[in-house]
């Protein structure tokens, strides 16, 4: 084998180009990415605790709200899902690396540059991008501060990172499946991420182009969104929204995948109806092409226009149930017992389907146009994007990071984080049901006095959810630091894929020789 | 400091969290503790309150029975209970059941919802025309086909709409008053049952005029025209913000309208001719004068970007205090002020403020904040530097 041990030292860290390795840097990157967004975000919730200013001027306010969901989304979510397909599709699939593994070692090693320029817009003349993560036009090209040229760059450099990790899913899962594992016999985790690569391919591409227009706009004097130039300000949403909304589901399939693998695992059944959960999945990614401007029922589009994204983002409720349905279904009449991963999981199926209930909402556009850019907006994205993505990633680590490091994390521990998140998240985004509903506008720094109680209550619950994160940081450490009981390969009763069939931890290099699956 | 501590004390009587303990057992239409949507003062808004409330109890049927079923399992279905997985793990027919139910229920809600839409839409046969124009931050009211106008032939009755809540108040320095953050110098008034048709634009950046009791919410666009509509049917003060990110002053250009009775409404009209007039009436002020009046219009319309102390959040904001233009050439600053800066933030203020307005803002920012050059302009000059640009 001309594959041995590791490198030592730092060289290994920057050469690597196993996919272990890369997985943990990216899982490492997102969590710091995460305790970064995370700060911010308590820095707007402390700001929002009672009416007036108290800690910040607006416009740092604005560049807080930008930031963090720059952060959250680009930094936290997505690169957490890279890392746990680099560590988890090549053993789910039994095979021994990633097929592009050198693009791989650079489509990490973007990352922090990329994050390190978005962060450093922070201590630029002129302050950070301020026009929130949206970045409409004219607001972020000839209203802008001078740093949204490196934010522009950095978005380039991020959606260069996630093309070719999209590429690298696409190949590893197409050409290096163990003999024998077609299509249908493949683990919904790999499922859902060949169809997430896909959407990946498809539309960041069109974030770049959207981005390099502002770019034009701003320093070659063209004016595709200048309205005084014969440009259209509203085509930014659509060119936006048609990368953004297909975004929305990048960031929620895989979690599909992940608590489908843990469901199962800890109801002692298999997944209850595999096939229709890959009809299900592939249904969702046709339809987030056709949904975007549900995202723009205010900007004034004609008639039919509106009448055709209410009736298109209704049908998205439709293959998304049958997932929630097909996840009940496969926990009746199981034997479930409910470690750490199978709480959040539990967790996953009840909020994210709130967040998808105010999704359908949402949908029906006459009452969008009271929902739309209010409060109730932010609880419903959050609903689904923290207790959605975020714990299918906590339930995910907690799920495989035995695997990964060969020591069982303290469950008591773990079961602790569990509630006080739980008890937080839902602190933290149900009051913003209301406060929404009774009309406060999102991406204000300030706020009229009839809506102070329950900003109160949610800038509670968001500092107890943001430091529980740090028993959940203190666990993975333990982990690194191979405190706990060793692992055994199967680490759970009910677990069922090649992965479990390795050593805890997994060795450098897994399936050189590929198993045959029956 | 005092008022701000008694105010957070308040605030944080356990009573004041029972509403929020109760909730969990009580429907969540009671609209006084501003838990849900507006029942709203239009008929478009009823629609779409009921709207609301019938998605909103579809999604909590479906959530007792998804959830329901799920607890079930949860309790009875656990292996410390000796529970034993039945290994069934695939239905055709289940499937096909549970994506036909939601199916058909979509289908239900979307034939109503098509209906208001539809209503929302018909913007036909106004009996009032109102264009509403979104500035950096603040709004402008022109009624169209009024049939009252100016000598230049323009529409008579055009306004600014600006925020009136203190800095003071939003500092913690004063009480903040009822309707903090949500009042405003000029209302738009318009009467009762009468259809209002609004066309919306804007100057800068998108802004989106929301007031929830009409109902109405509407993207400003700079360089589009969109339409919206309503007709009230209760006298009252409606309240309501800007919904789309606009900048930093986002949060602070609040909407509101009065609703008045037909009679009243003309009379409303009938005063404000007159008050345009008198706005625009040219007088000889003191330099006291100006500089008080110098100080609220730069403290309203200036002090958001270019701070109150006159320090600006540089370089997108430049200091005012010890600056080139404040200090040098009168004509260059009142041509700054009157014509903006394009492609800044820098708004044309020569539209949205009075002579005697700019006069005093002029005269305030040569002469605040150690700009000692004892300048004053009067009201006058003002009027001939915008006539000297007419030709």
Redesign the interface.
Known sequence: MTHSAPQTGIKRWLYTTNHKDIGSMYLIFSLIMLLIGGTMALLIRSELFQPGLQLMQPEFFNQMTTLHGIIMVFGAIMPAFVGMANWLIPMMVGAPDMALPRINNWSFWLLPFAFGMVLSTLFMEGGAPNFGWTFYAPLSTTYAPPSVTFFIFSVHIMGISSVMGAVNVIATIMNMRAPGMNYMKMPMFVWTWLITAFLLLAVMPVLAGVVTMMLMDIHFATSFFDAAGGGDPVMFQHIFWFFGHPEVYIMILPAFGIVSHIIPTFARKKLFGYHSMVIATSSIAFLSFIVWAHHMFTVGMPLVGELFFMYSTMLIAVPTGVKVFNWVATMLRGSMTFETPMLFSIAFVVLFTIGGLSGLMLAIAPADFQYHDTYFVVAHFHYVLVPGALFSIIAGVYFWIPKWTGVMYNEAMGKFHFWVSFVGVNLTFFPMHFIGLAGMPRRIPDYALQFADFNMVATIGAFLFGFSQLIFVYNIIQCMRQRGIPASPQVWEGAEGLEWTVDSPAPYHTFQIPPTIK | MDS?FK??AL?CQPS?LI??ALLLFSSLSH?E??????TSATAIGR??HG??MT??YV?VA??VV??G??LY??IR????LG?????????TL??II??AI??LI?VA??IP??K???A??DTETSDIDIKVTGY?WKWRYQYLNTGIKDSDNAEQIDFFSTLTTSQD????LEV?S?????EVDNALVIPINKKVRFL?TAQ???H?W?V?DL?????A????I??SWTKVEQVGIYR?????????????MPIVVKAVTEEDYKIWLASQQQAQQNANQVETLSMDQLMEQGKAGYDKNCAACHQVSGLG????FPALKDSPIALGDIQLHNDIVINGKP???MAAFGEQLTPTELAAIITYERNAWGNDTGDSIQPAEIVSFKQAQGE
């Open positions: 701000v105010h957070f605030k004041h509403p929020f609209s503790w501003g838990l849900n949507m507006t629609e779409i709207l609301h998605i909103f999604c479906i959530a998804v959830f079923i799920m399992s949860i279905h656990r292996k410390s529970a034993v997985a039945k290994p069934f793990h695939e239905s289940v499937e549970w994506t939601p199916l979509l809600m979307a919802a098509t208001t839409l539809v929302m839409y950096q108040q939003m500092n913690g903040k009822e309707h903090y953050l949500l919306f800068d950046v998108i989106s929301w929830p109902a109405v919410k509407k993207d666009v700079p360089g589009f969109n339409e309501g913000q800007c919904a789309e990110l606009c900048g930093q002053g986002h949060g602070y959040i540089p370089p997108v492609g800044t933030a």
